[in-house]
T-cell receptor
Framework: NAGVTQTPKFQVLKTGQSMTLQCAQD?????MYWYRQDPGMGLRLIYY???????DKGEVPNGYNVSRLNKREFSLRLESAAPSQTSVYFC????????????FGPGTRLTVT | AQSVTQLGSHVSVSEGALVLLRCNYS??????LFWYVQYPNQGLQLLLK??????LVKGINGFEAEFKKSETSFHLTKPSAHMSDAAEYFC??????????FGTGTSLTVIP
C-alpha cells in the first residue's frame, strides 16, 4: 500500500497563476482533508470531504477550491495564486470522523513569487 | 469549536533524559486525543491516540501519554530521549465531528 500520495512534491508559481494539487489514497477511506502548514501556526484545515460527493470548508478556505473526484482522489485548486499561499500543503485521509486517526501524505511545498 | 494548546514551542533535552511535551485542550464533550510526530521534510505520523478506556496510552518508539480529564491535559512523555526523537510533535483533538484541531507544535531537540 502506498497510503496517501501527493503530487507534485515541489512547485513554484508566479502571482496570478493557477495550479491543482493532487492527492490519492489507497486505504478505502471515506474522509479526506487538505491542510496547510506554516511556521508557528501548526496545521490549518482548508477543506475536507467527509464522504464521496461531499465537500466542506475548513478554517482557511479562501482562495482555494476542491474536488472529490471519487473515493480515492481529492484535489486542491488555486485559481489565482498569491504570495500568502506560499506554504506546505498536506493531504490526509481517515476511515471516518471522531476516533479515527488521519493518515498524511508527504506534502507539497509551494512557493508563490 | 475545540482548541489545543501546546506549551513550549521549543524543548531541549539531553540524550537519556526524560521527555515531557505538554498539551491542553478545551472541549465541551469527551474528546478523542492524538499525538503526531513530524520528521524534517515529511508528513505527520501517528504516535498514539486516546479514544476510550485506559487513560494511560502507549504508543510507538517508547512514547506514552496520559489523559487527565480534570486537568484537560494529554501530555506526552518518554523516559529516556534518543537522538532519533528530534522532530516536531503535534497534539490534536477531535470530537464526534469531522474535524481535527491541531496545536501549533513543539520542536524537540536532543542534545548529545
Amino acid at each position: 500500500n502506498a497510503g496517501v500520495t501527493q503530487t507534485p512534491k515541489f512547485q513554484v508559481l508566479k502571482t496570478g497563476q493557477s495550479m491543482t494539487l493532487q492527492c490519492a489514497q489507497d486505504m478505502n477511506h471515506n474522509s479526506m482533508y487538505w491542510y496547510r502548514q506554516d511556521p508557528g501556526m501548526g496545521l490549518r484545515l482548508i477543506y475536507y470531504s467527509a464522504s464521496e460527493g461531499t465537500t466542506d470548508k475548513g478554517e482557511v478556505p479562501n482562495g482555494y477550491n476542491v474536488s472529490r473526484l471519487n473515493k480515492r482522489e481529492f484535489s486542491l485548486r488555486l485559481e489565482s495564486a498569491a504570495p500568502s499561499q506560499t506554504s506546505v500543503y498536506f493531504c490526509a485521509s481517515s476511515r471516518g470522523r471522531g476516533a479515527y486517526e488521519q493518515y498524511f501524505g508527504p506534502g507539497t511545498r509551494l512557493t508563490v513569487t | 469549536a475545540q482548541s489545543v494548546t501546546q506549551l513550549g514551542s521549543h524543548v531541549s533535552v539531553s540524550e537519556g533524559a526524560l521527555v515531557l511535551l505538554r498539551c491542553n485542550y478545551s472541549s465541551s464533550v469527551p474528546p478523542y486525543l492524538f499525538w503526531y510526530v513530524q520528521y524534517p521534510n515529511q508528513g505527520l505520523q501517528l504516535l498514539l491516540k486516546y479514544t476510550t478506556g485506559a487513560t494511560l496510552v502507549k504508543g510507538i518508539n517508547g512514547f506514552e501519554a496520559e489523559f487527565k480529564k480534570s486537568e484537560t491535559s494529554f501530555h506526552l512523555t518518554k523516559p529516556s530521549a534518543h537522538m532519533s526523537d528530534a522532530a516536531e510533535y503535534f497534539c490534536a483533538v477531535s470530537d464526534t465531528g469531522n474535524q481535527f484541531y491541531f496545536g501549533t507544535g513543539t520542536s524537540l531537540t536532543v542534545i548529545p
